[in-house]
């Protein structure tokens, strides 16, 4: 199974500040990369998809970028509502696997 | 959109199994892979397999293998999770989600609480 590592596990910030969340796979995923929001007690939300891709509806302050092992999402200027869980996900090859998220907070 | 809308929380004896629904509404079931996702208590996500309803086809986790059976109702647009031989650890959040092209979920469910607690 190809191994996902996310960094942080947690960040804190603060409103306006521009954060980086990183991912790497254990094995070359080319851009087989999605990237989620979770806000405890909700259903996750795609905010990126195939690394770099933002889905319809996200705010354009989302960000991702990355190929190969190395991943990004970046958020440009936080927004109160953007304090949540972060995970990222390959789908390169099944299992799809997941990372062990980033809790943003305050 | 599709909105996927999850059964409730369920309680069940070790050694017992459970069976989930997830029913899809505002767009196309049988189209797509349903994919089941569980969260433990401070643990990751963990993907556990995926069902294509319109052709039946199953892909499951080698650690689900035998223990979880993944079927669809396609004139319902009901999916469904069921998992046997239920041990505390499984205790967790299960999610149905939509993943399209094989690739990434762009809908979720709720989520399920399974707690498996003698």
């Known amino acids: 199974d190809i191994q996902m590592t996310q960094s942080p596990s947690s960040l804190s910030a603060s409103v306006g500040d521009r954060v980086t969340i990183t991912c790497r796979a254990s094995q070359r995923i080319s851009s087989y990369l999605n990237w989620y929001q979770h806000i405890p007690g909700k259903a996750p939300k795609l905010l990126i998809f195939?690394?770099?891709s933002l889905e319809s509806g996200v705010p354009s302050r989302f960000s991702g970028s990355g190929s190969g092992t190395v991943f990004t999402l970046t958020i440009s200027s936080l927004q109160s509502e953007d304090f949540a869980n972060y995970f990222c996900?390959?789908?390169?090859?099944?299992?799809?696997?997941f990372g062990q998220g980033t809790k943003l907070e305050i | 959109q599709v909105q996927l809308v999850q059964s409730g929380a369920e309680v069940k004896k070790p050694g017992s199994s459970v069976k989930v629904s997830c029913k899809a509404s505002g767009g196309t079931f049988s189209s797509y892979d349903i994919s089941w996702v569980r969260q433990a208590p401070g643990q990751g996500l963990e993907w556990m397999g995926r069902m294509t309803p319109v052709s039946g086809r199953k892909n499951y986790a080698q650690k689900f293998q035998g223990r979880v059976t993944m079927t669809a109702d396609r004139s319902t647009s009901i999916a469904y999770m069921e998992m046997s031989s239920l041990r505390s650890e499984d205790t967790a959040v299960y999610y149905c989600?939509?993943?399209?092209?094989?690739?990434?979920?762009?809908?979720w469910g709720q989520g399920t609480l399974v707690t498996v607690s003698s």
């Open positions: 989600a939509r993943e399209i092209s094989s690739n990434w979920f762009d809908s």
């Open positions: 195939d690394a770099s």
């Open positions: 996900q390959q789908s390169y090859s099944l299992p799809h696997t």
